[in-house]
């Protein structure tokens, strides 16, 4: 399956959004147009980590995803771990349901013997080597957050060395919120290499609005341009965030 | 997100759902990040049983062990024993039961029998990393946790093999201060040069007895670990060695290992020929400690000389004051 390709939006933020729709619903609709969102919650050191947890945990719920909430000194692993978790659990989610189509509707993959289990976990670790990889990188940028940004950036430049060592392909866009004018603003268009991103964290200005409901929004109508016609037609049937071509 | 369930208490009994081997639990021994471990009783004596978090935890570390089960004479990891599910309050969680490997930590063994050991367990290591490499795979996740000291005789064993990668592929679980990728010098691809990195950086950390940190906004990680290495006389020796993994120069561990054992022989003086190495600082003192000698036994020769000419001549005259006396 060389050419299957995983989608994410992963967003990173500090605090409860206190502007526009729910970020959970927005994450659900992701979802269902084949992209999972997942969400790390940075809190300040020191600070429980109940705070916020509830958000983040929701809106990566209803986004398919994966959520951690960590200070912003052990962002780096983080990051990575998260991005890979969501990968696997999309692959298994695939693998799954074509397990389900085989051996019939009540069969899950814990039913099998030990065996097949490992059989069918090489094969998810074989895809998630090779499958490429898009993230849409949407970073809370208001004030609370200016004095995180040196971690969050040093956390892409992490993540960005992780999914290069694979062998599959990568490509990464940065959305910024709240946008000056917007709800967010694209800080960075589609490219492979996550070093060019992190260079936009130097001139930038803090806002003081958390609108993460309509900057989601804002993401997943990127997202949706870069996918096109032809692939958007290929999700009416399926709900599931991959696309297979050349398997 | 830990689960409740996984919590046995000592003396729980319980039946593989598949195999139906038999298990009663004599202890929790360790927490991992996948699951939990117990010393268990089973019908072939004492073994260890990991119990994973949730369904899928497991699998990977599983497949990793079954293939080291074929390679011949495995020491690679503790050997697998059973794979199985268990069943705690309806729900099933998977387990898989392995060889009890007894003895303290790569950390604590250092700490209770000296620094003189840590150089000879990493050679111990690079021979094992080099078998695992031969068979195409990479540790990935090494670290002194990951490590035990079995014996005596004194052997470092790997327990959690989880980590454990394909070469080629990108090292999915690692600890950031064993990690290149982390310190600036390298990327995470599985390859011989990852493992080697963190053995060195285990050497460090064992000879240390501590981690530090890396310094915010550091240009040049490598010169800071080479500070490290500097404040720490005893692994002068190995700075050679050790700054060449660090760089990633060695493309095999056997490589590596033949210089770690070039460094000791160096250092303890087993060697006549003085290496081109970091040798100076020994040999200067191999010099102070074997030229005194010689100079000793001389004086001593000379004192006597001394004595006897001064008793020679103490006879001589007395002879003389005593005939001067008979002739007066």
Same mark, same amino acid.
């Given at each position: 399956m060389s050419g299957g390709k995983i989608r994410q939006i992963l967003l990173l933020t500090d605090g409860c959004s206190n502007q526009g729709e729910d970020p959970a619903a927005v994450a659900a609709y992701a979802y269902e147009k084949g992209i999972t969102v997942n969400v790390i919650g940075i809190i300040d050191e020191g600070a429980g980590k109940d705070h916020g947890m509830k958000e983040v945990d929701e809106i990566s719920k209803s986004g398919g995803g994966v959520s951690q909430v960590v200070y912003a000194s052990q962002l780096s692993q983080t990051v990575q771990m998260v991005t890979r978790q969501a990968m696997t659990q999309t692959l298994q989610g695939v693998v799954h349901n074509e397990l389900r189509h085989i051996l019939g509707e009540e069969r899950e993959m814990e039913d099998l013997p030990p065996e097949k289990r490992g059989e069918v976990m090489e094969i998810v670790d074989d895809l998630g080597e090779t499958v490429n990889l898009e993230v849409l990188i949407l970073v809370d940028t208001s004030a609370s957050m200016k004095p995180k940004l040196p971690m969050v950036q040093e956390a892409l430049a992490d993540l960005s060395i992780s999914l290069h060592s694979r062998t599959g392909k990568n490509h990464f866009a940065l959305f910024l919120f709240p946008g000056k004018r917007k709800d967010a603003d694209k800080a960075a268009d589609w490219t492979a290499n996550i070093n060019e991103l992190t260079g936009t964290f130097q001139r930038l200005t803090t806002g003081g609005v958390t609108p993460t409901g309509p900057a989601l929004k804002t993401a997943l109508r990127y997202f949706e341009k870069r996918l096109g016609k032809r692939s958007l037609k290929a999700y009416e049937a399926r709900d599931l965030p991959i696309e297979e071509s050349g398997m | 997100m830990k689960n409740q369930g996984c919590n046995?208490?000592?003396?729980?009994?319980?039946?593989?759902?598949?195999?139906? %081997?038999?298990?009663?639990?004599?202890? /929790?021994?360790?927490?991992?990040?996948?699951?939990?471990?117990?010393?268990?009783?089973?019908?072939?004596?004492?073994?260890?049983?990991?119990?994973?978090?949730?369904?899928?935890?497991?699998?990977?570390?599983? %497949?990793?062990?079954?293939? !080291?089960?074929? &390679?011949?004479?495995? &020491?690679?990891?503790?050997?697998?024993?059973?794979?199985?599910?268990?069943?705690?309050?309806?729900?099933?969680?998977? !387990?898989?039961?392995?060889?009890?490997?007894?003895? =303290?930590? +790569?950390?604590?063994?250092?700490?209770?029998?000296?620094?003189?050991?840590?150089?000879?367990?990493? &050679?111990?290591?690079?021979? =094992? +990393?080099?078998?695992?490499?031969?068979?195409?795979?990479?540790? @990935?996740?090494?670290?002194?946790? %990951?490590?035990?000291?079995?014996?005596?005789?004194?052997?470092?064993?790997? !327990?959690? &093999?989880?980590?454990?990668?394909?070469?080629? *592929?990108?090292?999915?679980?690692?600890?950031?201060?064993?990690?290149?990728?982390?310190? @600036?010098?390298?990327?995470?691809?599985?390859?011989?040069?990852?493992?080697?990195?963190?053995?060195?950086?285990?050497?460090?950390?064992?000879?240390?007895?501590?981690?530090?940190?890396?310094? *915010?906004?550091?240009? %040049?990680?490598?010169?800071?670990?080479?500070?490290?290495?500097?404040?720490?006389?005893?692994? *002068?020796?190995?700075? /050679?060695?050790?700054?060449?993994?660090?760089?990633?120069?060695?493309?095999?561990?056997?490589?590596?290992?033949k210089d770690v054992m070039a460094a000791i022989e160096n250092r303890s003086g087993f060697e006549r020929q003085p290496v081109s190495s970091p040798a100076p600082n020994i040999k200067k003192s191999r010099r102070n400690r074997t030229a005194p000698p010689p100079r000793k036994i001389r004086e001593k020769s000379k004192s006597y000389r001394v004595e006897i000419v001064l008793t020679a001549s103490f006879l001589f005259l007395s002879s003389i004051l005593y005939l001067v006396g008979q002739w007066m």
């Open positions: - | 046995l208490s000592p003396g729980t009994k319980w039946l593989g759902k598949w195999n139906r %081997n038999p298990y009663r639990v004599i202890k /929790k021994i360790g927490e991992g990040a996948t699951g939990s471990v117990y010393l268990v009783a089973t019908r072939a004596g004492q073994a260890a049983v990991k119990i994973g978090e949730n369904k899928l935890s497991l699998t990977s570390e599983i %497949n990793v062990l079954r293939h !080291f089960s074929k &390679v011949q004479g495995n &020491v690679l990891g503790p050997s697998l024993l059973d794979v199985d599910d268990i069943e705690i309050s309806g729900e099933s969680y998977p !387990f898989f039961c392995m060889e009890y490997l007894n003895g =303290d930590s +790569l950390l604590s063994f250092i700490q209770k029998k000296g620094t003189e050991w840590a150089p000879v367990l990493l &050679v111990q290591l690079l021979g =094992d +990393l080099d078998r695992l490499h031969r068979e195409g795979w990479v540790f @990935g996740d090494l670290k002194p946790d %990951n490590i035990i000291v079995t014996g005596p005789p004194f052997r470092i064993r790997w !327990f959690d &093999v989880g980590g454990t990668t394909k070469i080629g *592929r990108a090292v999915k679980e690692y600890t950031e201060f064993y990690d290149r990728g982390y310190w @600036g010098l390298g990327d995470r691809k599985a390859e011989p040069s990852y493992d080697l990195f963190a053995a060195a950086m285990i050497l460090i950390h064992c000879i240390h007895q501590s981690r530090f940190e890396k310094p *915010r906004d550091n240009k %040049n990680p490598l010169e800071f670990l080479i500070k490290q290495m500097n404040s720490e006389p005893s692994l *002068r020796p190995f700075k /050679k060695v050790l700054t060449a993994a660090l760089k990633g120069k060695y493309k095999d561990a056997q490589l590596m290992k």
